[in-house]
């Protein structure tokens, strides 16, 4: 059985929980009771799809034999009013199904993102990794006093950093496409950016525009 993140001693952001999966279908359907509220899934390390309360089910492709699975979650917010405020668990929790047999032997890891010291970070030019990770890009700037938001448009959802200031959460599911970057995180000539994303988006760029960006 998962636990919930209030369980593992983490009541916002995000959470691992992965195992091992031995199978003899080519294709098979992996299924979850409860998920709180947005969760990818990656089979060694290659992302199969996304999941959220209202889609609980998914199907893996090229699944005979041993395979690494990791869900990460997010807790996009809490319930303040009406009858589920009484259950208002985040994260996974409840039974896993892989083609109707329950998946055990988990463990489960909290991701404190938000919190983290991104300037202890060490990058490296790998493109060929392919799992939730930390990006990091440069661009420059006047720091004028003018308007600068940051275009997320094409990126899935994660968190920013600008010159080491948490500038905000991104969603590809979310009407606003940007972020409004306050004039005091900016800095004359080169400014440093940093974004974790849960999705593969080795090949994406972000922009800077001076109006914000909607779908």
Not at 66 to 95: A, C
Not at 143 to 160: H, K, N, Q, R
Not at 203 to 215: A, G, R, S, Y
């Amino acid at each position: 059985m998962l636990l919930p993140m209030n369980e593992l001693g983490l009541e916002a952001g995000y959470a691992c929980y992965e195992t091992l999966l031995n199978t003899t279908s080519r294709q098979a359907t992996l299924e979850l009771e409860h998920v709180r509220d947005y969760a990818v899934v990656y089979v060694d390390g290659h992302l199969q799809g996304s999941l959220d309360d209202s889609r609980k089910k998914i199907v893996l492709s090229g699944m005979s034999g041993k395979h690494h699975l990791q869900l990460f979650v997010e807790n996009i917010g809490r319930i303040t009013y009406g009858p589920e405020i009484l259950d208002n668990s985040k994260g996974l929790f409840g039974w896993v199904k892989l083609d109707g047999e329950h998946v055990e032997d988990w463990t489960m890891k909290t991701l404190d993102i938000k919190n983290y010291h991104v300037e202890d970070l060490s990058f490296s030019k790998d493109s060929t990794l392919h799992a939730p990770c930390f990006y990091q890009g440069v661009f420059s700037t006047d720091a004028s006093s003018s308007p600068i938001y940051l275009d997320i448009s094409g990126w899935g959802m994660g968190e920013v950093w600008i010159n080491g200031h948490y500038l905000g959460s991104f969603w590809e599911q979310e009407k606003q496409q940007s972020l409004l970057i306050p004039s005091n995180y900016l800095i004359p000539g080169t400014n440093t950016l940093v974004v974790f994303e849960m999705h593969d988006k080795a090949q994406q760029i972000m922009k800077l525009t001076d109006k914000p960006v909607f779908k």
